[in-house]
Nanobody, 114 residues
């Protein structure tokens, strides 16, 4: 059984920073893909960033240059450093991991508001 647990959401002013962390536990030694999606109120879930086992990374255009994803393979953990946050970054952020199938965390709320 795989458990995916996020932490680090919260309230921040525009221009501020937050760091999201995610740990995936279970019998899988290493996930092929780890990353983050988000869902804003009234919108569908969208990709934020993915990082692959070999180290390649995909970012959504909306977050390029502001967000940085990283992973610790030894801990099956992935982090998302979010800088220069904007109100439109407000969403529930979901950790995503993949090995044969997809696994999702419960989500952590990020609110960017003055």
């Amino acid at each position: 059984q795989v458990q995916v647990v996020e932490s680090g959401g919260g309230l921040v002013q525009p221009g501020g920073s937050l760091r999201l962390s995610c740990a995936a536990s279970g019998s899988i030694p290493r996930f092929d893909i780890m990353g983050w999606y988000r869902q804003a109120p009234g919108k569908g879930r969208e990709l934020v960033a993915l990082i692959f086992t070999g180290g390649s990374i995909n970012y959504a255009d909306a977050v390029k240059g502001r967000f940085t994803i990283s992973r610790d393979n030894a801990k099956n953990a992935v982090s998302l450093q979010m800088n220069a946050l904007k109100p439109e970054d407000t969403a529930v952020y979901y950790c995503y991991v993949f090995f044969i199938r997809s696994y999702w965390g419960q989500g952590t709320q990020v609110n960017v508001t003055s």
